[in-house]
């Protein structure tokens, strides 16, 4: 039987930009106004509950308010139409809304909660979080519960099945990254070792003055498109409808 071949997306912020989410990590270590290490910071997390419960619920709310782009529905499309795996770094859920399943949340869902003292997750959908008054529903813990989102200096449990998926792509199968510049998951350095056919698209490429080793790179990537996610739909589209009907020695 002829091996199958795999398609892997690995989506960044840029994924979901042109819905309207705006990027985690600005040059000026803001997020929305925020500082990311008072609202996003597992050492210090706890003494800062009341902030980090409001900044996470605000982030609820305009989720609410956003819907799914093309290319989040091109991605649930591929599902259907090839043997497709799914990793995100984004903890949104337009692609659940796009039809997507299966997705591979690396760093959390923004839906969920999750206790620290009995370690229980849940879903609380698009609602605020009362700190004061609500409790986990498993063990009654009020102060360890926190945004199921992975912080800085937090372990992030997903990043070995997200390797071992990665690791194991061979020359048969496709990469597509879109919306990431490897800053946080170093997938320009993991798609330079991979045999497989891989597509880069960004809205523009990382500056030389900005670098730093791990970051995604032109000449790691068989194509590459910078252009916003949801214009590129089409023409992403056909380069990996060609590459998963070809086999290895066809040419392509």
Same mark, same amino acid.
């Given at each position: 039987?002829?091996?199958?071949?795999?398609?892997?997306?690995?989506?960044?912020?840029?994924?979901?930009?042109?819905? +309207?989410?705006?990027?985690?990590? +600005?040059?000026?270590?803001? &997020?929305?106004?925020?500082?990311?290490?008072?609202?996003?910071?597992? /050492?210090?997390?706890?003494?800062? #509950?009341?902030?980090?419960?409001?900044?996470?619920?605000?982030?609820?709310?305009?989720?609410?308010?956003?819907?799914?782009?093309?290319?989040?529905?091109?991605?649930?499309? &591929?599902?259907?139409?090839?043997?497709?795996?799914?990793?995100?770094?984004?903890? /949104?859920?337009?692609?659940?809304?796009?039809? !997507?399943?299966?997705?591979?949340?690396?760093? $959390?869902?923004?839906?969920?909660?999750?206790?620290? !003292?009995?370690?229980?997750?849940?879903?609380?959908?698009?609602?605020?979080?009362?700190?004061?008054?609500?409790?986990?529903?498993?063990?009654?813990?009020? /102060?360890?519960?926190?945004?199921? =989102?992975?912080?800085?200096?937090?372990?992030?449990?997903?990043?070995?099945?997200?390797? @071992?998926?990665?690791? !194991?792509?061979? #020359?048969?199968?496709?990469?597509?990254?879109? +919306?990431? /510049?490897?800053?946080? =998951?170093?997938?320009?350095?993991?798609?330079?070792?991979?045999?497989?056919?891989?597509?880069?698209?960004?809205?523009?490429?990382?500056?030389?003055?900005?670098?730093?080793? +791990?970051?995604?790179?032109?000449?790691?990537?068989?194509?590459?498109?910078?252009?916003?996610?949801?214009?590129?739909? $089409? @023409?992403?589209?056909?380069?990996?409808?060609?590459?998963?009907?070809?086999?290895? $020695?066809? $040419?392509?």
């Amino acid at each position: 039987m002829p091996h199958q071949r795999h398609l892997v997306v690995f989506s960044g912020a840029g994924l979901s930009a042109d819905s +309207g989410i705006a990027t985690f990590r +600005g040059a000026d270590g803001l &997020w929305e106004n925020h500082s990311i290490d008072e609202v996003c910071n597992y /050492d210090t997390w706890e003494r800062n #509950r009341e902030s980090v419960h409001r900044f996470y619920n605000a982030r609820r709310a305009a989720l609410a308010e956003v819907q799914p782009n093309p290319m989040h529905r091109l991605l649930a499309n &591929w599902q259907t139409r090839f043997r497709t795996t799914l990793i995100t770094q984004n903890i /949104d859920d337009l692609l659940e809304r796009a039809g !997507a399943r299966d997705v591979l949340h690396v760093h $959390g869902v923004l839906s969920e909660m999750r206790c620290l !003292a009995c370690g229980s997750v849940w879903d609380i959908g698009p609602k605020a979080w009362d700190p004061s008054e609500e409790r986990c529903p498993t063990c009654g813990s009020r /102060d360890r519960v926190k945004p199921n =989102v992975v912080f800085f200096n937090e372990p992030a449990p997903l990043y070995k099945p997200m390797s @071992e998926i990665l690791g !194991a792509l061979g #020359r048969d199968d496709v990469l597509v990254v879109i +919306g990431t /510049d490897g800053a946080v =998951v170093p997938i320009g350095q993991i798609a330079e070792r991979l045999p497989c056919r891989k597509v880069l698209n960004n809205l523009e490429p990382v500056a030389p003055e900005n670098f730093v080793p +791990g970051m995604v790179m032109p000449r790691q990537f068989d194509r590459t498109l910078f252009k916003p996610a949801a214009k590129v739909v $089409g @023409e992403l589209d056909e380069i990996v409808t060609g590459w998963m009907a070809a086999w290895s $020695g066809s $040419g392509l």
